[in-house]
């Protein structure tokens, strides 16, 4: 069973329609009950940072989440605000993140990663996700698959060996990191066609 995290926030039934369409067996969880059935978790998130930690914060699926991935080691994958939220911390905002995957959020614009000033934000549609390291998560695809992103923050690992993939925008970024069993993917695999939906086809069968 994946469920899906219906905290308030994300397009959680796009998630939902794929894998019924697929007949992977899926729900969509908005209590901590139906939470406790998941075998593998999805956690989307749109907005900024600040909103989406204090929308899952008081939706009551705070503890059981952190629970099931830190304690059980239940598999899950952070879509988009979803994967920013699993960070120590985010410079879109003060409050502390889930720390599930070591590292910060910054804003494109930062000069300590060499990027133009004046980058239009935000960074907004195709863009190749080139593969670093091959895990089962990222098996089958073709060379250099194209995804769908929408996003002004991206996620800056502590430690090389958390990025799996990465993007570029200006300057080289992260766009798939993990941790233990925590996944983050900075792009949109709900929008991004086939290569979305072998995407989260492999992380249904792992």
Known sequence: MIAIVDYGLGNIRAFYNLYKRLGIDCCLASTEKELRKAQKIVLPGVGSFDHAIETL?????RQPLDQLVLDEKIPVLGVCVGMQMMANSSEE??????????????????????????????????????????????????EDPQFYFLHSYYFKCKGESISLARAHYSCDFTSLASHCNAYGIQCHPEKSHHNGVHLLKNFAFM
Do not use: C, Y
Not at 96 to 120: C, H, M, S, T, Y
Not at 127 to 140: A, D
């Open 57 to 61: 914060n008081n939706s009551g699926l």
């Open 93 to 142: 905002g003060t409050l502390p993140g889930l720390g599930w995957i070591p590292g910060e959020v910054v804003r494109f614009d930062q000069k300590q990663d060499n990027a133009a000033q004046d980058l239009p934000l935000p960074h907004m549609g195709w863009n190749t996700l080139f593969i670093n390291t091959k895990i089962p998560l990222l098996e089958g695809f073709e």
